[in-house]
């Protein structure tokens, strides 16, 4: 896999060619200081979003104090960590969420936060408001991925492997409620369709093997027409929504390479001369067949949050201090009328 295969799937290197035919989306350029904020290891939220956490329940302004928090028997003393101000920033992802119907999925060049559901109130990826951005792109690390190393499976000369070169880019895209029995990962190699794959492998959708043939179909009439001729490189992954017989929508590019999940399929296939099934009645359409060939969910790891195993472990308590500010700040500021009631819970 070459570095110019993964710029060619960032999302802005295809989004304007495929246009019609996948997501409306608004592509933002990530300015420095929105950078320097996500790449800083802390949690903390612009001014902006969190001036109810400011003030207390007897209404006190604890902007300019010092916090003393009584974590178990001992006094932490934390000083008020810094909020970053991006105003500019702030005001066009307001707009473009509101541009985009209200709800809006958030992604990076090639990733989204799918590792970082668990912070939201309804576990999506939903945001509906600047800080629901910030806050499932500072605790991804999906999100650092394409940070720091976006080519660290390339086969390039190391020297060439410079992030500091990608214009990082914020995606925000129409939210479209999806059928997960619906999506599809396609291979393709030398320009030819090698294998399709269910998109959520863990789980079986009876739906997939009754209507393979159809499936079938419809995906390699969507290759053959829209998408060969017009993507730059002969090997490259695709994912799909068939919405509907007849009706598929793009829904991202991945390269071709252990950097993507090969999901039903296994990389040393993918990659080697021919696949089991090749031959001519051969079907491209990999799915779990039965109940019982369910696979383990890929991100179930991820299910407890890393900042609370450190925490856990007694590596870093302010990092939990911060995230628990947060989530108490956020939830004053959305949930109004029962403010008194809610509770964040952690389980450890
Ligand atoms: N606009 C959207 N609205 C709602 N859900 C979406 C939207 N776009 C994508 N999704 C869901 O999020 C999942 C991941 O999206 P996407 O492929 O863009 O992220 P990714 O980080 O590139 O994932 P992957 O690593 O699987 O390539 C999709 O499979 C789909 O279920
Ligand atoms: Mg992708």
Redesign the pocket.
Request: glycine share 0%; aromatic share 16%; with cysteine.
């Given at each position: 896999m070459k570095i110019s295969e993964v710029m060619n799937c960032s999302?802005s290197s295809w989004y304007s060619q495929f246009k019609d035919f996948t997501?409306k989306?608004q592509i933002i350029p990530l300015p420095q200081v929105f950078l320097d904020y996500l790449h800083a290891d802390q949690l903390v939220l612009p001014e902006s979003s969190v001036q109810l956490s400011a003030v207390d329940e007897d209404g006190d302004d604890n902007r300019n104090s010092e916090n003393v928090i009584n974590w178990a028997t001992e006094e932490i003393i934390m000083p008020e960590a810094e909020s970053p101000s991006f105003p500019e920033f702030e005001l066009l992802l307001k707009t473009t969420i509101t541009r985009m119907g209200g709800?809006?999925?958030p992604?990076l060049n090639?990733?989204?936060?799918?590792d970082a559901s668990w912070i939201s109130f309804d576990r999506?990826?939903?945001c509906t408001c600047p800080s629901d951005v910030y806050l499932l792109l500072k605790s991804s690390d999906?999100i650092s991925h394409d940070l720091t190393q976006p080519f660290k499976y390339c086969d390039d000369d190391e020297n060439l492997k410079d992030e500091t070169q990608v214009k990082y880019e914020l995606?925000l895209?129409?939210?479209?409620?999806?059928n997960?029995a619906y999506?599809f990962?396609c291979f393709i190699k030398d320009n030819k369709l090698l294998g399709i794959s269910q998109?959520?492998n863990d789980m079986f959708y009876k739906f997939i093997p009754e209507n393979r043939k159809e499936i079938e179909a419809d995906v390699k009439a969507f290759f053959y027409h829209i998408v060969k001729d017009n993507f730059p490189d002969k090997n490259y992954?695709f994912?799909i929504?068939r919405r509907n017989q007849g009706k598929l929508l793009l829904?991202?590019f991945?390269p071709f390479g252990e950097v993507?999940?090969s999901l039903l399929y296994s990389w040393d296939e993918l990659s080697g001369d021919s696949l089991p099934e090749d031959g001519p009645e051969a079907s491209l359409l990999r799915c779990v067949e039965s109940p019982v060939g369910v696979q383990s969910n890929p991100y179930a790891a991820y299910a407890v949050p890393k900042d609370l195993i450190d925490i856990a472990h007694g590596d870093d308590p302010t990092k939990l201090m911060q995230l628990l500010k947060l989530k108490v700040a956020q939830q004053q500021g959305e949930v109004s009328d029962s403010s008194d009631d809610e509770e964040f819970s952690v389980n450890t």
């Open positions: 999302f997501i989306s709800v809006v999925f992604k090639w990733s989204c936060p799918k999506t990826l939903k999906f995606v895209r129409k939210w479209v409620e999806m997960p999506e990962r998109r959520h992954c994912d929504y829904l991202d991945n993507t999940d």
